[in-house]
């Protein structure tokens, strides 16, 4: 099974008030960067069978509006495995819960994201050190209990990457 970890693009800032925090939506920034991450993957040719986002609001935004450039036509799915506040043990469930799947891809928050990540690549079973930042994508081919991680694309290098895909895309004028 493939993984894409996703951390949920710009929302702006923390809110003290955890229910009105829950409901922050992305801000103009992460509704851009959603569009580029999404055709950025879609370049790459990512397939995802399933989407499981956290259920807090950003993540949802994000989980829908990469979805949608990925041309996935599946139902999103929550699970309070990915909250914030959720712990290895909750995604592992996760892992298992949507492991006849061939690829999928997880929308959630940090510090716990990057754990999870860095949980699962980890021969020993303790973390190795990775920070996803806002909007970054990490895709894993997971093994049992254990994954590998292929690669890992900052909002930056989707960027390029998107923005270097519609150049080569556009029509070359030849001048005589």
């Not at 800032?13 to 950025?40: F, S, T």
Request: net charge positive.
């Amino acid at each position: 099974m493939i993984v894409y970890f996703l951390r949920h693009a710009s929302a702006g800032e923390h809110l003290a008030n955890l229910k009105n925090d829950e409901k922050r939506a992305l801000d103009k920034e992460g509704i851009e960067q959603c569009g580029y991450i999404g055709r950025a993957l879609a370049a790459l040719d990512v397939q995802v069978d399933g989407i499981v986002s956290s259920p807090l609001k950003r993540c949802t935004q994000t989980a829908s509006l990469v979805g949608n450039e990925l041309g996935y036509e599946g139902k999103l799915q929550t699970d309070p495995g990915l909250r914030p506040e959720a712990g290895l043990a909750d995604f592992r469930k996760i892992l298992e819960k949507y492991s006849r799947l061939e690829a999928v891809m997880v929308i959630g928050h940090n510090p716990n994201l990057s754990q999870f990540l860095g949980a699962v690549i980890s021969d020993s079973g303790c973390e190795a050190s990775l920070e996803l930042k806002k909007g970054a994508v990490a895709k894993v081919e997971m093994r049992r209990s254990s994954g590998t991680l292929q690669w890992c694309l900052t909002p930056k290098v989707l960027r390029t990457l998107y923005d270097a895909a519609v150049e080569s895309s556009r029509p070359k004028i030849s001048r005589k």
